[in-house]
């Protein structure tokens, strides 16, 4: 299958400051990127959809000035977490979409506010 | 609308089947299927589209029933690797976003 790479993989950081989080698709080139929050032992919640060249599509809820989405590339798509608070920590996994629909998620990156 | 997974949670020995469920409220074009381990990211098993089609992945497979919008993943002969949490992800119009369920958290053992 499909390899994505995210980075960092865990980040820990003091309240009030910003993290930027890097998801690549290494062998393909994805159009369409997804960000998603995960709590312990909760499913995946959509927070945002990240398309090359265009503003991303945020879900209902989500702030846009807080959690801040690039897609400069086909194979790049950035996630800021702006002036984090220590309920920001959880979970963030970024997935890209295959030719069929299909998603292939990174490895995840586990955000700590202290 | 989230779909339904079921059951919630489902320990297995060796060797044993199981079937896990996803049912939408929603009519759908396609099904996907996840497995999670512990601290990991999701893996994707298959995609299933709307036609009622069944397949399979090594002894993972899964039937499509589009018109009661109902997805199963069947797991046969499991093994100690299959342990993990399923996700279903539906698809409604084709190119949305998944929307995925809350999780069949499944353990199997020796």
């Known amino acids: 299958g499909a390899v994505v790479s995210q980075h960092p993989s865990r980040v820990i950081c003091k309240s009030g400051t910003s993290v930027k989080i890097e998801c690549r698709s290494l062998d393909f080139q994805a159009t369409t990127m997804f960000w998603y929050r995960q709590f312990p032992k909760q499913s995946l919640m959509l927070m945002a959809t990240?398309?090359?060249?265009?503003?991303?599509?945020?879900e209902q809820g989500v702030e846009k000035d807080k959690f801040l989405i690039n897609h400069a590339s086909l194979t790049l798509s950035t996630l800021t977490v702006t002036s984090a608070h220590p309920e920001d920590s959880s979970f963030y996994i970024c997935s890209a979409r295959g030719t069929r629909g299909e998603q292939y998620f990174g490895p995840g990156t586990r955000l700590t506010v202290t | 609308q989230q779909p339904v997974q079921s059951p919630q949670a489902v320990i297995l020995r060796e060797g044993e089947d199981a079937v896990i469920n996803c049912s939408s409220s929603?009519?759908?074009?396609?099904v996907h299927w996840y497995r999670q381990k512990h601290g990991e990211a999701p893996v994707f098993l298959m995609i299933l589209l709307k036609g009622g089609e069944q397949k399979g992945h090594e002894k993972i497979s899964a039937s499509f029933n589009e018109k009661k919008q109902q997805s199963s993943l069947y797991l046969t002969a499991s093994q100690l690797s299959y342990s993990g949490t399923y996700f279903c992800g539906t698809d409604s119009l084709g190119n949305t976003p998944l929307v995925f369920g809350k999780g069949t958290r499944l353990s199997v053992i020796a």
């Open positions: 929603k009519a759908l074009y396609s």
């Open positions: 990240s398309n090359e060249g265009s503003k991303a599509t945020y």
